[in-house]
């Protein structure tokens, strides 16, 4: 059935629960471990229902489980794999002796309530995966806890490095100096508003909705002794109501907030922006053919994500009267990052599953794997856009060459 569904041999080996096995074992081999895994597959035939198998324990991957993923992935890009017949399915399900109910969705999985992106749901969203655990987050990420692509400059790199010449490159991007505002919208655990306020001399606000986030965020202000320099806030962004700032950065913060709710997201910060003051945005995108963020992602991850194409969001904040200036692709990036916290992830795994629990972590090595090799094709990309508010004069606020853009 496999062989004639991906249209020839199989490109990876599989094996089932009674020992039997198909296909190379000498690579990838996946592992089915009981008809449950195959149950779930005949009720949700899909990347919902793989992700389902594999975060329950019921499938499993030995090998390389990118190399497998790419491998699969080939093959349906390329179109030789084929839907079968339903009479197929059936005949298969009755020999093998998986019908039966639909099994629960493993715990892991986001059950939320209300209308798309109200305060609340938002709310529910973020804390299901940003609240998972700070000690978590610390584990997999670098010291500065910065949850977004870092910046490579050099082979010898380190994340911790990357991710510092980021912060850097945004706020060089930003012009930030001594005295100056910054609102940070979704600033996770502080990273972005802890740097600009140490190293730039900033007046720091930094915007969240994690309850989590900002109890981590104070306790690493105090420890820098910069309650003078920043403040955090456990606010939702549409209720920021504060004179405009000079300047704001939002850092992989607009896949959260819904394509309905995009043009109140820029709306917003060109409210709250100064007349000739900067926006820097990090955003993933998708082509056009591909938005939104997928089953798995939004079933698992990130509950009611969107990302569009970087043509769409760029039309959005020109909407809301911001002038484009810049747009850095940093798609590479990406892929090194999140092979960055594969890795750790990989060599503290059982810390990590003693923190969140062995479905959890499983749902983060399903998320790393395929999301590094998603940015490794093409199939998603990252930018940072440069956008300036104009003044009533018509001014953009970048008049003089040195501060045209910084040099990268």
Same mark, same amino acid.
């Given at each position: 059935?496999?062989e004639?569904?991906l ?17 190379p ?7 089915i471990?009981?008809?449950?895994a195959l149950r ?18 019921e499938?499993d ?9 790419s491998?699969?992935?080939g093959?349906v ?12 399915v ?9 019908? +039966?109910?639909?099994?629960s @969705?493993?715990?892991? %999985?986001?059950? !939320? ?5 109200t305060?609340t749901? &938002? /709310? ?5 995966h ?9 584990l ?32 060089r991007?930003?012009d930030?100096?001594?005295?100056m ?5 979704g ?18 606000? +930094?915007?969240t909705i994690? @309850?989590?986030q900002? %109890?981590?965020? !104070?306790?690493?202000?105090a420890?820098e002794?910069?309650? &003078? /320099?920043?403040?955090?806030?456990l ?29 109140t ?59 484009i ?9 990406y ?8 890795q ?7 810390e990590?599953?003693?923190l ?38 018509g ?9 045209e853009l910084?040099?990268?």
């Amino acid at each position: 059935m496999a062989e004639r569904v991906l249209g020839g041999p199989l490109p990876i080996g599989f094996r089932a629960w009674d020992g039997s096995v198909a296909g190379p074992q000498d690579g990838t081999v996946l592992v089915i471990r009981s008809r449950d895994a195959l149950r779930r597959l005949v009720w949700s035939p899909n990347e919902l229902g793989l992700a389902r198998a594999y975060v329950s324990g019921e499938l499993d991957v030995e090998g390389d489980l990118v190399a497998g993923l790419s491998q699969i992935w080939g093959l349906v890009r390329r179109g030789v794999t084929r839907r079968p017949r339903v009479s197929e399915v059936v005949k298969l399900a009755l020999q093998l002796k998986v019908l +039966g109910p639909n099994p629960s @969705a493993p715990k892991e %999985e986001a059950r !939320l309530r209300g209308a798309l992106h109200t305060k609340t749901r &938002d /709310r529910d969203a973020i804390s299901h995966h940003y609240d998972l655990s700070n000690a978590f987050y610390q584990l997999v990420l670098d010291p500065s806890m910065a949850y977004s692509c870092a910046y490579f400059t050099s082979d010898e790199d380190s994340l911790a490095q990357a991710q510092h010449n980021k912060l850097d490159l945004i706020c060089r991007k930003l012009d930030l100096r001594p005295g100056m505002r910054l609102l940070d919208v979704g600033c996770g655990w502080g990273s972005m508003i802890i740097h600009a306020a140490k190293h730039y001399g900033v007046h720091a606000v +930094g915007v969240t909705i994690s @309850a989590q986030q900002r %109890e981590h965020i !104070l306790k690493r202000v105090a420890a820098e002794g910069l309650q &003078d /320099r920043v403040e955090v806030r456990l606010q939702d962004y549409r209720e920021v109501s504060d004179e405009p700032f000079d300047a704001i950065s939002t850092i992989e913060m607009g896949e959260h907030v819904g394509e309905s709710n995009y043009p109140t997201y820029a709306s917003t910060l060109h409210r709250l922006l100064k007349p000739e003051g900067r926006l820097l945005l990090q955003q993933m995108s998708r082509g056009h053919n591909a938005p939104g963020g997928g089953a798995f992602i939004e079933s698992y991850v990130a509950p009611d994500m969107h990302m569009r194409p970087v043509s769409s969001t760029t039309g959005f904040l020109e909407a809301a009267g911001l002038e484009i200036r810049d747009v850095h692709a940093l798609r590479e990036h990406y892929v090194w990052t999140v092979r960055a916290w594969a890795q750790t992830l990989e060599d503290r795994w059982d810390e990590v599953v003693a923190l969140v629990g062995e479905g959890q972590a499983r749902v983060w090595r399903l998320y790393l794997a395929g999301g590094a090799l998603t940015f490794e094709e093409g199939r998603m990309g990252v930018d940072q856009i440069l956008a300036v508010r104009r003044s009533e004069n018509g001014r953009s606020g970048m008049p003089r060459v040195r501060r045209e853009l910084v040099a990268r």
